[in-house]
């Protein structure tokens, strides 16, 4: 289902075939010593957000390795600046991009980069409100499954979409 998803929104998706590229669980490889998660950021001048956002990941998540991987799109100098130090002091990657790459091309840039076997994305504004990263970790390991998702709540705890979408008919 997520493959005929990706082609019907794609810019392919009038052409006769839709290439779309999947693996099997089989097929995805941990470099050695990696530690199993990588959390994975895009950050366009959200410094505040990001940090915030970070610090949700640091005080919640338990019980599993990670490392924390974050692409600048090319925020303003001060911004930039701030996040250098912030990931030097917390050892966070800071991936730095010259030119905005668009969110779709920076989180392929991390994933190309990353260590870690499984890919934990979160937006800036994203708040950890329990131990998602080990809970995605183990139901990914227990189901042998490469894509899952998350559910997201409102600042009053209420289930929300990230989204809405009408499904191809």
Known sequence: QAASLAAYYSKA????NVAVDYTE??????PSGAKPGMVIYVNYNT???LTNSIQSVIELTADISYEIL????????EEKLKLQQF???HKITLIESD???????ANNLAAKQAKGKYLFFLNPDTYLINNAIKELYLFSI?????????NLF??????IHSYWMKMPS
Do not use: W
């Open 70 to 77: 974050i692409v600048d799109n090319n925020s303003q100098p």
């Open 47 to 49: 410094y505040n957000l």
């Open 154 to 159: 409102s600042k009053e705890e209420k289930p």
């Open 142 to 150: 227990n189901n042998n499954i490469t894509t899952c998702g998350a």
């Open 13 to 16: 998706r009038e052409g006769e």
């Open 25 to 30: 669980v089989k097929n995805v490889k941990k």
């Open 99 to 105: 030119t905005n790459l668009g969110f779709g091309k």
């Open 87 to 89: 990931c030097t002091s």
